[in-house]
């Protein structure tokens, strides 16, 4: 059977249909999203999680990556928070994790430097959400992923991957693997998207997608 692939597009109206029609909560479809990019990284050889460092953007690809950290906090996994930019005006989803985070009193800073001691990356920057070229501060963060010696999990999409394309929005995350949420994106199976996802591993118990 081919498996659904879907648009930027398509997987926002597939989410609000699921969160606002069949009433599962955002939140929820989050924390299954985080449970199986944890599954994934927890499988991963031991020595690629001596210092795992998370990526965190502002809105709910961000959101993932903070629920990822405390889980992997919670399995014993060392684990860093690199906030891409002061962690206000995030999504609220994004801050309900952030306030778990803090709970745990998992490590945060917004010092790139920090990637250099990374056996493990996780790119939770940008998702579907991203609708513009990468540029200034951003671009600098997604230039030292890529610069880093540590191998990359991306959260969904590569950061900077135009989700519909597969082109680099002026530059992007070249990760090693990519845990697409719910179904894979049109980017990931073109010949530029697949050169930057990876591996690519499909988390299809997000969401109860009955359309
Ligand atoms: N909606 C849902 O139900 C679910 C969403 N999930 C996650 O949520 C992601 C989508 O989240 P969001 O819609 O919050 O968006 P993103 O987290 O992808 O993007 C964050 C924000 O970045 C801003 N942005 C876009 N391009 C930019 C650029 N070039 N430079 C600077 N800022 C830029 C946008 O304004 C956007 O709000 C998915 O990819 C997935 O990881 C998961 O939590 C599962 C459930
Ligand atoms: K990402």
Redesign the pocket.
């Known amino acids: 059977m081919m498996t659904k692939v879907v648009t ?1 597009k398509e ?2 109206a ?3 249909h ?2 606002n029609e069949v009433g599962i909560p ?2 929820v ?2 924390e ?3 449970l199986a990019i944890t599954d994934h990284i927890l499988a991963l050889p031991k020595e690629k999680r001596h210092q795992v460092v998370i990526v965190v ?9 903070l ?1 990822v950290a405390r889980l992997l906090h919670l399995a014993g996994t060392p684990v860093k928070l690199l906030f891409v930019m002061p962690p206000a005006q995030a ?1 609220e ?2 801050r309900v994790q952030q306030h778990t985070c803090a709970y745990y009193q998992i490590p945060a800073t917004t010092d790139l430097a920090t990637l250099k001691d990374a056996t493990l990356i996780v790119d ?13 501060h ?1 671009r600098e963060v997604i230039e030292a992923i890529n610069q880093a010696p540590a191998p990359v999990v991306a ?3 590569p ?2 991957l135009n ?1 519909d394309t597969g082109e680099a ?2 530059v992007a995350v070249k990760a090693a693997s990519t845990v697409t ?2 179904y894979p ?1 049109i980017g990931l199976t073109t010949p530029d998207g697949e050169e930057f996802a990876g591996r690519i591993v499909i988390a299809d118990k ?2 109860i997608y009955d359309i």
């Open positions: 930027a997987m926002r597939l989410d609000h699921t969160i955002a939140l479809l989050m299954r999203a985080a953007g502002n809105g709910n690809n961000g959101g993932d990556g629920a999504s989803e994004n939770a920057i940008f998702g579907i959400g991203i609708d513009r070229e990468v540029t200034g951003y959260v969904d999409i950061s900077g989700t929005m002026g949420l719910a994106k997000v969401g």
